[in-house]
Structure formats: structure tokens, C-alpha cells
């Protein structure tokens, strides 16, 4: 349900006359005018430049709600909760536009659900089958709606694929929205997605299954709800907040300490010199150069964009929730914490632990456990194996994708009869690997996706039994692997092998000096370099995987599986191809700023914890007379690195 041309132009338009009013007001004295225009710039929606942290109009807005606040004061809370919902209304309308009626949409449905949930609870020591099947249809109703606009061309892919049909998609909700406009207000040929839609999604089922649980009590009002919704800080891309995390905030007064001021203000400076020196300007000059053309570049140049972009969307992503925590702690509220320095990660599973912190968790509580878990595996388990068969089969245009997922399936059923011991393991790792694959669709419905979250659940799973070896048995492992690879890479010429060989040796490599060292029983402890050897090897693999994660970005569904698919092969293509080393000293002298950055921002993300906790401390202590000083300085300094057109965070498409 997107607008129409006239209605996109509209907005850019209001930009072109309010620069213009100054010259009109004093030539015809049409105050009236320039009001009117100044009006239509601050209210209507320009999807050209949608409301985001790092313009200086959010920062214009942030300044009335704060003092808006302060008119209300620290006692009169519905007051505060009703006006702070209708603000977050208005921020996700000067984002999203007509959308703002499908978050209003989902947040009545997901409150009246709520309530019948809970009434068909009491006096119920277990949750009877009345509460189950509001709960069943309110989940249902609420993904059907983030599927249509989200899955839609994934769907008509997979039915074109199978029945031989030519299935066009049509936005049927735009359709229906023009009947009752009585004009062709929306465009109908292509099915947009929502900004934030996944994460208020998530939030509002959040709230349905932690009343079913009896985690929480229904809030009685429903302007508390939807403020609970729509938080205008982490509305667009989280953090995801559950329920049972932030309702009990709600009811509370208005309370911020002196200290948590600092802290506050602390957060939001470093999310803006995230986002714009370190994400921004690492993107717009080198890292979507390269993503946009990789044949143009060479292996290396290649190969460092991965990296690059590593450090982009982690610098993109946690920056946003860094303002996000800031800016809810001003107000009084507290956001859950998203990021714990991921790449400090020394292994996959424990990247997870650290890296969109509220989607592990929710997928953790709300599918990992539901499928099982740990325990068994149920239909659920065996319903989202059978569809990433179908789904990676018709994604990728190969039936030996079902071969393969049906073969790992049967085996893990074969051995989880035969050792019984084994069961719980085998049951674990397959709700594991359930989970990272749904993660990846959650992304995006394309193959590229669903290769990055398999990619990720295959390394959680190598990594558990990786532990299980001894050291003697993993260089023998990494290096009959590296011998494999190498001889199919030579008998193929595939770049994919090579790179492997390439990786793998050098673990083979480690494993054997690390053997050799154990064997001599030498007496130095080499724990710091143990941990940090596993760091690497984590960080490395993490970024491999991003490839896959980035070349589906950007892109609408209908051309996502194409052209992700060719971005990807083409950059394995180069960078496993031969490379001019000889040029490499020039590359580097040539992004020389870019390559300043990526190192600056890994030594900074590396910092031991306890010196970050302490610079952090000593700018919260600060006097306010000084801070506000610093905050200036630190201001001006980091929109020297602003680029000609502000980018927008990364995850707004998710």
C-alpha cells in the first residue's frame, strides 16, 4: 500500500517551497503562505527524507516531546503514556507515511487479543482451549499481514516455480484502500514493505504469548499499550522489546538521575559517530562501490570490502540503538541492551549472545522453545524442515537442496534411534539450525537470506562439536580438509574451494603448532593468544558470511534472488582468483582515510570492557557546564564526515 507519484512529489515539493518562502513573503508580503508551507514541511510525509536520528529535524522534534514532558510532569503518567503514543504515531507517520495505519491496526488487534486471552484464563489453573485459540488466531492474523508484505513475491516465486504460472504481484491491500478512498490514491503494482514492521510484529506477539504465559497482566488501558507498541525510539529497528521487559516501566513516574543524564547523552553521541563516521562514510566511499560493481575491483579490494562492511553494519546497527537507549533514557525509560562488543565473539554461538541481542532472545523464547528445544522435537520441528526443503529448492532452482535437507534430516532421525543417548543433542542442534534458517528468512525472502542464516547455524553446530575434539584430532581434521579442498579447487578451478583451502590451512596450520606445543609441554601460558586466535577465526567467518547478507540488501523482493545471487558469486569469483599483490601497497594508499577508519574502529570495538565502562563513567561525571561543552565539540566533529545525502540505517528495511 504505497502512494502514489503525486503524493511522493508532494513532499519533495514542500522541501522546494520552503526554501523559496523567504523570497516570497518579502516580494508579496504572503505571510499566510509561508506558514502555510512551513506547516506542510513539518507535518506531511516526504518518503525522499523519511524522520530519522540523524537529521537535525528529529533532534527539533526530540526538543518539543522533552518539553512537553516536562509541562506534564513526573505524576500525572496516563497523561504522559497517552501523549508519548500519540508523538511515536506522528514519528512513524513522518517515516512511513500511509503506513501508520497498519501499526495502529496491529496494536488495537494485538490489545483486544490481549484481553480475551487473559479473560479465558481466570480461574483456570492451565491455559483452557479458549485462551489457545485467541492466542492461535491472534499470532495468525498478525503474520499473515507481515507475510503479505513481506513474503508476497517469495510466494508468487515458489507457485510460478511449481505450477509453470506467471503470477504478477499485486497490492491488493492498495486495491481495497483506493475502493474506499473512491480515487487511485495508492499505487497497486508493487507491494512495499513497511519501515519496522518485523519488530513491532514481533513486539505486538511478544505481548499476546506473555500473557498466555502469565508473564504479565494485560494492560488495562490502550493508549498504555500502544505507547508500549509504538516507542517512537526503537520503533523503526528496535531493539526488539518484549513485553515482561518493559510494561512494569509503564506505570512507573518519571525518574533520571544526574548520573544516568550522562550516560544518556553519552549514548547518543557515540550512536551518531557510529552511524556517520565510522558507518556512513565507510559505505558511500568504499563499501557499496565495490557491493554495486565487484568485477570492477580486484580480490583484495574485494576481500577488504567484506570486511569494511563488517564493521559498517555493526557500526549502523548498534549506533541506532545506541541514540535508541539514549534517547528512551532521557525520557525515563530503559531499552534493553542489543550489542555486547560481538566481535569480541570466540565462537558463532557466543557471536549470538552479543550481536541484535533482542532477536536472539525473542527467537530463543518464542521459536527455538516452542519448537522443543533442548527437549524434543515436535511438529514444528519437523513442519520447518520440510519447508526449507521447499523453500530452498524453488529459491535456488535445484532439487538436490531437498536431497540434501531430507538426507541431514533422515540421518540425524537414523542416529537419534540408534543412540538414543545421542537424542537430546541431535534434537538440539536441529531446532537450532530450524531457528538460524528461519532467522535468515526473517531478513529477507531470498535465497542469498537463507544461505547466510544456514551458513550461521552450520557454524553454531561445527563449533559445539569442534569443542568436543581434542587438539591432536582438529589438525588432523582442518588438515585432511584443507587437502580435499585444495584438490577440488584444482580439479573445478572453483574460487569457493580455493578461498576454503586457503582458511582452512591456516587453522590446519594453528592446530599442529598448537599441537606440537602441548606435546612439548612448554611452560608459558598463551591463554591471551588462544583467545585471541579464536576471535579471529570467529570474526573471519562472521564477515564470509556477510557476503551473502549484504548482496541481498537494498534490493526489492521481486529482483533479490537474481541479482543477490550474482553479487555474491561475482565477489567469490574475485576474491578467489589470483591477486595482483603488487598493487595492493597503491589500493591502500588510495582508500588510505577508509582502511584509518576500519583499523581505528576494531581497536575501539576491542577495548577491554572495563576501560570503555570507565571513559564512560568519567563523561557521565562530568559538570554540566563542561559536558555540554564536550558534546558541542564532539557534535561539530562528527558532521565534518557527513556525506552529500544522509543514509538511512540499514536495518529500516527489516
Not at 580486484?298 to 559498517?312: I, K, P, R, T
Not at 538426507?407 to 531446532?431: D, F, H, M, Q
Not at 547455524?457 to 563449533?463: A, E, N, Q, S, V
Request: proline share 3%; net charge positive; aromatic share 16%.
Amino acid at each position: 500500500m504505497a502512494t502514489t507519484d503525486e503524493i511522493l512529489a508532494s513532499g519533495g515539493a514542500a522541501a522546494d517551497s520552503l526554501a523559496q518562502t523567504p523570497h516570497t513573503a518579502s516580494a508579496g508580503g504572503d505571510f499566510a503562505g509561508v506558514i502555510g508551507d512551513i506547516a506542510h514541511n513539518i507535518f506531511a510525509f516526504d518518503s525522499d527524507h523519511p524522520l530519522i536520528f540523524t537529521q537535525f529535524y528529529f533532534w527539533a522534534f526530540f526538543a518539543c516531546v522533552l518539553v512537553v514532558l516536562a509541562a506534564i510532569g513526573k505524576s500525572r503518567i496516563m497523561l504522559r503514556n497517552t501523549f508519548l503514543f500519540l508523538v511515536s504515531v506522528f514519528f512513524y507517520y513522518k517515516t512511513s507515511g500511509d503506513f501508520t495505519l497498519l501499526l495502529i491496526v496491529a496494536t488495537a488487534l494485538s490489545y483486544l487479543v490481549g484481553r480475551k486471552i487473559s479473560d479465558s484464563m481466570k480461574g483456570s489453573d492451565t491455559p483452557p482451549l479458549r485462551a489457545k485459540a485467541w492466542l492461535g488466531a491472534g499470532i495468525v492474523i498478525e503474520l499473515v499481514v507481515l507475510f503479505y508484505f513481506k513474503y508476497s513475491y517469495l510466494v508468487a516465486d515458489m507457485l510460478n516455480h511449481v505450477l509453470g504460472t506467471s503470477i504478477e504481484v499485486r497490492d491488493y491491500l492498495a486495491e481495497l484502500g483506493n475502493a474506499l478512498a473512491g480515487r487511485n490514491k495508492f499505487s497497486i503494482d508493487y507491494i512495499w514493505l513497511p519501515v519496522g514492521i518485523s519488530f513491532y510484529t514481533f513486539q505486538c506477539i511478544s505481548y499476546m504469548m506473555d500473557i498466555y504465559r502469565r508473564r504479565i497482566e494485560p494492560l488495562s488501558n490502550v493508549a498504555d499499550y500502544g505507547f508500549y507498541v509504538s516507542f517512537f525510539p526503537q520503533l523503526v529497528a528496535g531493539p526488539i522489546v518484549r513485553a515482561n521487559e518493559f510494561v512494569g516501566q509503564i506505570s512507573k513516574p518519571y525518574f533520571l538521575s544526574r548520573r544516568w543524564f550522562g550516560i544518556a547523552v553519552f549514548w547518543i553521541l557515540n550512536g551518531l559517530a557510529k552511524k556517520i563516521i565510522l558507518a556512513d562514510f565507510l559505505a558511500v566511499n568504499f563499501a557499496d562501490r565495490v557491493f554495486s560493481n565487484p568485477t570492477m575491483y580486484g580480490g583484495f579490494e574485494n576481500f577488504s570490502a567484506l570486511f569494511v562492511y563488517s564493521l559498517q553494519v555493526y557500526a549502523d546497527f548498534s549506533g541506532y540503538t545506541d541514540i535508541a537507549i539514549g534517547v528512551a533514557m532521557v525520557m525515563g525509560f530503559h531499552l534493553p541492551r542489543n550489542f555486547n562488543s560481538p566481535y569480541k565473539a570466540t565462537n558463532c554461538g557466543g557471536f549470538w549472545k552479543r550481536w541484535h541481542i533482542s532477536l536472539s532472545k525473542w527467537l530463543q523464547d518464542y521459536l527455538y522453545i516452542s519448537m522443543g528445544g533442548n527437549r524434543k522435537a515436535t511438529a514444528g520441528t519437523y513442519a520447518v524442515i520440510a519447508s526449507v526443503a521447499v523453500i530452498g529448492t524453488i529459491l535456488s532452482g535445484s532439487v538436490w537442496v531437498a536431497v540434501a535437507v531430507v538426507a541431514v534430516a533422515g540421518w540425524c532421525v537414523i542416529e537419534a534411534i540408534l543412540r538414543p543417548e545421542k537424542k537430546k543433542g541431535i534434537t538440539s542442534n536441529v531446532n537450532r539450525m530450524n531457528t538460524m534458517l528461519l532467522g535468515g528468512l526473517w531478513h529477507g525472502a531470498s535465497w542469498n537470506f537463507m544461505i547466510w542464516g544456514g551458513l550461521n547455524g552450520l557454524g553454531i553446530l561445527i563449533w559445539r562439536k569442534w569443542s568436543t575434539i581434542g587438539v591432536p584430532g582438529r589438525a588432523a581434521v582442518s588438515a585432511i580438509a584443507t587437502v580435499l579442498m585444495a584438490w577440488g579447487a584444482a580439479a573445478t578451478g572453483w574460487p569457493v574451494l580455493r578461498m576454503g583451502a586457503v582458511w582452512v590451512g591456516v587453522i590446519a596450520a594453528c592446530s599442529i603448532l598448537r599441537s606440537l606445543y602441548n606435546t612439548c609441554r612448554a611452560p608459558w601460558e598463551l591463554t591471551w593468544l588462544e583467545r585471541g586466535w579464536a576471535i579471529t577465526q570467529t570474526f573471519v567467518f562472521v564477515t564470509f558470511t556477510r557476503l551473502f547478507f549484504r548482496a541481498g540488501s537494498n534490493l526489492n523482493p521481486a529482483e533479490a534472488n537474481q541479482v543477490a545471487w550474482e553479487t555474491a558469486t561475482q565477489m567469490v569469483a574475485q576474491i578467489g582468483s589470483p591477486w595482483n599483490v603488487a598493487q595492493i601497497p597503491a589500493i591502500v594508499e588510495g582508500y588510505a582515510t577508509v582502511f584509518a577508519l576500519f583499523i581505528i574502529g576494531m581497536i575501539i570495538h576491542w577495548l577491554p570492557d572495563r576501560l570503555k565502562r570507565r571513559y564512560r563513567i568519567c563523561f557521565a561525571s562530568m559538570p554540566l557546564p563542561l559536558m555540554a561543552l564536550a558534546t558541542v565539540v564532539i557534535v561539530l566533529v562528527v558532521y565534518q564526515f557527513v556525506t552529500a545525502d544522509l543514509q538511512k540505517f540499514i536495518y529500516f528495511q527489516f
